[in-house]
């Protein structure tokens, strides 16, 4: 038996059907309740206040954490709920440091906007808190700790969907603040730079850290041809800044900004994505038939990338050693244009435009640079370029479109796809498909990879064997999915792996958004935009093919050559920047030192065990006196723990009996020498 | 047995009793500190790797209350009354004489001998003795700027022939 609840929301009965709460049965009767607080992707956290609403017998309540019950009659606008909201919001713009104008969020903020909307005049209360340093520490955000609100959105944004905690709360009272772990700055804790805090706090406290005055001096200078590269979500987003709906392409007109801008030559990410998939088919292949570093794990996304370093060094085989599309590109134009163009490599600036704030940490990764010239120089996201178009008094939605420069903005729909969760993969099997069968068909289309789920599974037939895949975004989810391959609860041949729900169309570079139907627009955006291109697999572009004939073809130089600017390899790394700490000291210098790596890994390969006999065996052999023993984080041989160093000499898989005998070889050497 | 090796056996037997359970974090970090007087940050990440949980959650935590201390203290821990009644009675004065002699200010507190730690408190309990100064362990009563000032001077004297 089901009776139907009915709430009365301003004089009008709601059918309640699955509202979890007040507010969304509110939203349903179509009035724009305010709130601050509340975010659909979000546990309800209900501290703002801002959705006050008067419930008939019970006064005000936060509708955000209020659920519906039967019968209720609710007020969501009179008097007093209008000035309670204009007092919250007052108290909100009493924090230190809300300057509009200077601000990185002007114009997207929460609450300039919730100002606007319950009709802020001015600001009652007295300015509050004290002036905190900026964090600047990272390439990728930087921190406002002045203009946080303490809304906890980006605290549950990074545990809850990131499945990270890399912030969190910290003291209380007048001092609460919302910090990285110890108080430390953002780039020496475990924050792998996805950007998604950025993308839900309501205020300005967190913001991708920007480039634009870098790219406008280097457009100024007459020394450097500068060359954009546009990555594919990019296009289908871009046009919210200037008020189309979310998924329009507007990639002709971006072209078109870019050269009035300056840049000399505009090209494609999505030609790099082309040969990403070349170079990852040929693994997967590779690996299939030596039945080798299964599943391959996908390695575009540098969050996914610094998450792996940093949670799984016993992965570190299973990802892909192909660069991102972004560096591919870098380290190929970096390496051709020089004899083509004839100008110096230091002359070239590579500017590349993406949805992404882990791109800007990426491209400063020393693996990506070569005789001290970094492949890409520069990173503007969405955001940043149409603030560059607007600081050029571009009319944006007047432009006329034009076309990418050539070869390397020719590309396939495969290429096309990347920015899309599910589009990696689907563009690796219709390579790897074709390469297996030795077939080629004219469908290549591969839908059961589509979707909006964070976590989807598929099983696709190729030439009489089964290939099993999964794609995954967000880290929590993938975190997740890690655990059950680990336990061997699910099997795979491939895994993509994006860091940002939705994967990069939903990256913390796009234009701000609250809605989860945004990214399903920018979504259907990019598929559709690969329905216009002629060809739809990587195989097929033929600047592809004449780049491995050409540059790479030369024989055995020609393939190292493509290996050298194609492949990277990741290993581990630690999490936390921290020095070893002492768990025997000694006053005076001594003999023999020893240390412990005591990073996760290590500890769950009992390094604590480890620890525990040498120490017992220094109290037996009464030599404390001759040797100090240390504990430390991470010495980066993760898969490999525990790590022990003994005097210098680094021990791996290290058991009790190796580092005991270890310590007794060198204090007799030690003895022997004095 | 060497008190480092002590502690740290001691960590892991606190997290060995504790299950390495994160839901009980709170009796985890208090034992902790019994054990060191303060919560060393490389425990907090070591407590935080062991029990599975972020390290910005231990230290949120251990920031939350103002019972975990985060910096190491001195030897002699000087609590000074700034309660109501202690106020009324000027321990201000007393405050501002202790912290001329040791040379401290409301961001350091501790002797950078880790000797003594100075603390304001909001009322020992000891409202009767009026001004109250408690050192460890002991209260010393109906204080004055120069009596707390001779107290700090006969454990420098103490300490110097140790
Ligand atoms: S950038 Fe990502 S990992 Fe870093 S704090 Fe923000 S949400 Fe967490
Ligand atoms: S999913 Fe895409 S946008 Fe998000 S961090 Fe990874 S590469 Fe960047
Ligand atoms: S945990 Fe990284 S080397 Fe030990």
């Keep these: ?674 | 047995m060497n008190t480092a090796q002590r502690n740290f056996e001691k960590v892991c037997e606190i997290l060995e009793k504790n299950e390495n359970n994160p839901a009980r974090l709170i009796p985890i970090l208090q034992e902790v500190q019994e054990e060191y007087r303060y919560l060393p940050e490389e425990i907090m990440t070591f407590l935080a790797t062991s029990l599975d949980i972020p390290p910005a959650k231990v230290y949120g935590v251990a920031t939350f209350f103002s019972h975990f201390a985060l910096k190491p203290k001195g030897k002699y821990i000087i609590k000074i009354c700034d309660g109501t009644a202690c106020h009324v009675k000027k321990s201000t004065s007393i405050l501002d004489a202790v912290r001329h002699k040791l040379g401290l200010t409301e961001d350091k507190n501790t002797t950078p001998d880790m000797l003594f730690t100075l603390e304001l408190v909001s009322c020992l309990g000891a409202c009767g003795l009026a001004p109250a100064v408690v050192i460890n362990e002991d209260v010393h009563g109906l204080m004055t700027p120069a009596k707390t000032v001779a107290l700090i001077d006969e454990i420098l004297k103490k300490e110097a022939s140790l």
């Excluded at chain 1, 954009?228 to 998924?247: D, H, N, W």
């Excluded at chain 1, 088919?281 to 299964?294: D, T």
């Excluded at chain 1, 169309?505 to 598929?527: C, F, M, N």
Aim: a neutral charge; hydrophobic letters at 35%; glycine letters at 8%.
């Design chain 1, 1 to 674: 038996m089901t009776t139907s609840m009915i709430i009365n929301v301003d004089g009008k009965d709601i059918e309640v059907n699955g509202e979890k709460n007040l507010l969304e049965v509110i939203r349903k009767a179509k009035i724009d309740l305010p709130t601050f607080c509340y975010h659909s992707e979000l546990s309800v956290y209900g501290a703002c206040r801002l959705c006050m609403v008067n419930v008939d017998g019970r006064g005000l309540q936060p509708a955000c954490s209020t659920p519906p019950e039967n019968g209720m009659r609710v007020v969501t606008n009179n008097s007093e709920i209008r000035e309670l909201r204009q007092i919250i919001v007052e108290l909100l713009l009493a924090n230190e440091g809300h300057e509009c104008a200077t601000c990185g969020k002007n114009g997207s903020c929460q609450l300039q906007l919730l100002a606007k909307k319950v009709g802020i005049k001015k600001v009652r209360f007295k300015r509050t808190g004290h002036k905190q340093e900026t964090d600047d520490s990272t390439y990728s955000l930087l921190r406002n700790p002045d203009k946080c609100v303490l809304c906890g959105d980006c605290v549950r944004m990074c545990s809850e969907v990131q499945g990270i905690g890399a912030i969190d709360f910290a003291f209380r009272g007048a001092k609460a603040a919302v910090l990285p772990s110890f108080g430390k700055d953002l780039a020496s804790v475990e924050c792998v730079y996805c950007g998604q805090c950025a993308r839900v706090c309501p205020t300005g406290a967190i913001t991708p850290k920007p480039e634009i005055e870098e790219v406008w001096k280097a457009l100024e200078n007459k020394e450097k041809i500068v060359i954009a590269q546009l990555a594919p979500a990019v296009r289908v987003a871009l046009g919210e800044e200037f008020g189309l709906e979310p998924g329009t392409s507007t990639m002709g007109q971006i072209v078109s900004a870019l050269r009035l801008m300056g840049f000399d030559m505009v090209y494609d990410t999505s030609f790099a994505a082309d040969l990403t998939v070349i170079e990852e088919g040929n693994e997967l292949i590779n690996r299939l038939k030596e039945g080798k570093n299964l599943p391959l794990m996908t390695s575009c996304c540098p969050a996914w990338v610094k998450y792996a370093e940093q949670y799984h060094p016993d992965l570190m085989d299973n990802l892909s050693t192909c660069k991102s599309p972004q560096q591919m590109f870098g380290s190929l134009i970096k390496e051709i244009l020089p004899e083509k163009n004839k100008v110096e490599k230091k002359n070239i600036v590579v500017v590349s435009i993406m949805p992404c704030t882990a791109k800007k940490y990426e491209a400063r990764r020393k693996e990506f640079a070569k005789d001290g010239i970094p492949e890409v120089d520069y990173i503007l996201t969405t955001q940043e370029l149409a603030t560059m178009i607007g600081e050029a008094g571009i009319q944006f939605k007047n432009l006329e479109p034009s076309s990418f420069d050539m070869p390397f903005g020719f590309k396939t729909g495969a290429g096309v796809i990347f920015g899309n969760s599910g589009g990696v993969a689907e563009a690796v099997l219709r390579y790897a498909s074709e390469k297996l069968t030795g077939v080629r068909t004219e469908s290549y289309e591969f839908k059961q990879v589509r979707g909006e789920s964070g976590i989807r599974e598929a099983q696709i037939e190729v030439g009489g064997t089964l290939l099993k895949l999964a794609v995954v975004s967000g880290l929590k989810n993938v975190k997740n999915l890690i655990e059950k391959v680990k336990k061997g609860i699910a099997k795979y041949d491939i895994i993509e792996i994006m860091a940002c729900p939705g994967g990069c169309i939903g990256g913390a570079g796009q234009p701000v958004y609250k809605e989860g139907s945004v990214r399903a627009k920018r979504t259907k955006g990019l598929y559709d935009n690969e329905k216009m291109l002629q060809l739809h697999k990587s195989q097929e572009n033929p600047y592809i093919a004449e780049l491995y004939q050409t540059v790479f073809g030369g024989g055995e130089k020609g393939l190292h050559l493509a290996h050298e600017l194609l492949h990277t390899h990741y290993r581990s790394h630690k999490r936390i920047e921290k020095e070893s700490f002492d768990i025997h000291a000694n006053k005076k210098k001594t003999e023999l030192d020893i240390t412990v790596c005591f990073g996760t890994s290590c500890f769950l390969r009992g390094a604590q065990t480890v620890m525990k006999n040498i120490l017992e065996h220094l109290d037996k052999q009464n030599i404390q006196d001759r040797v100090s023993v240390k504990a430390s984080f991470c010495f980066e041989k993760c898969n490999r723990g525990p790590v022990v160093n003994i005097g210098g000499e680094i021990i791996e898989k290290c058991t009790p009996e190796k580092a005991i005998s270890e310590i007794d070889r060198k204090l007799q050497i030690s003895v022997a020498q004095s």
